[in-house]
């Protein structure tokens, strides 16, 4: 089974500070991590995405993460908040191997940057 | 363009009146999934797909039902929607398990 755990259901941020979004994952398999952005009555868009390689991915909008497996984390990171980067984002682990279970989801983390 | 769209995007109906949500994709993608979004839950699979024919549950599939006749569609059916399952709802699709997954604009659903 795979799990996800963002820490922070609401994260403020003043603009031009670093964002920080924490993301935790346990799998039992080697995992795909992904971020996801969801503004306002809108649909989920990637992000960011990792699946093998370079354990630092970067995505749009200047946001990227680092995949650190012996910490169990993909926490995502923008050196500077912008205001148009105020939403929710999800994290999300996915099995690299077999066949079965998609995406599981964390419970997201609402981005609040203050101006 | 690529696209997943699902209609209807926003439903109010009653407790007991079957509904559909249909999705269709464009990208000749095996992959597709139901998704419902709940505050503070963030979004929990109700059922995916890996092909034709080919569907198994998610983590809250009870009340709902899918199908998947045709490679781009894959529509949700509440046999007698329960004001429990007033949520939004996400269908999702992709070419395979690394690849990048693309969600619908969502439908609101409401149930009274």
């Known amino acids: 089974a795979q799990s996800v755990t963002q820490l922070g259901s609401h994260v403020s941020v003043s603009e031009g500070a670093l964002v920080l979004l924490r993301c935790n994952y346990s799998?039992?398999?080697?995992?795909?991590l992904f971020w996801y952005v969801q503004y306002p009555n809108q649909g989920l868009q990637l992000l960011l995405k990792y699946t093998t390689g370079a354990t630092l991915v970067k995505g749009i909008n200047g946001f990227e993460a680092e995949f650190k497996k012996s910490e169990t984390s993909f926490h995502l990171t923008k050196p500077s908040a912008h205001m148009s980067d105020a939403a929710e984002y999800f994290c999300a682990v996915r099995r690299a191997t077999g066949s079965a279970r998609q995406l599981t989801f964390g419970s997201g983390t609402q981005l609040t940057v203050l101006p | 363009e690529a696209q997943v769209t699902q209609n209807p995007r926003y439903l109010i109906t009653v407790t007991g009146k079957k509904l559909t949500v249909t999705c269709s994709q464009n990208?000749?993608?095996?992959?597709m999934s139901w998704y419902r979004q709940d505050p503070g839950l963030g979004l929990r699979q109700i059922y995916y797909s890996m092909n034709v024919e080919v569907t198994d549950k998610g983590d809250v599939p009870e009340g709902y039902k899918v199908s998947r006749k045709e490679k781009r569609n894959f529509p949700l059916i509440l046999e007698s929607p329960s004001p429990n399952q007033t949520s939004l709802y996400f269908c999702a699709s992709s070419l395979g398990s690394g690849n990048t997954i693309y969600f619908g604009e969502g439908s609101w659903l409401t149930v009274v």
């Open positions: 990208m000749n993608h095996e992959y």
């Open positions: 799998s039992s398999v080697p995992p795909y």
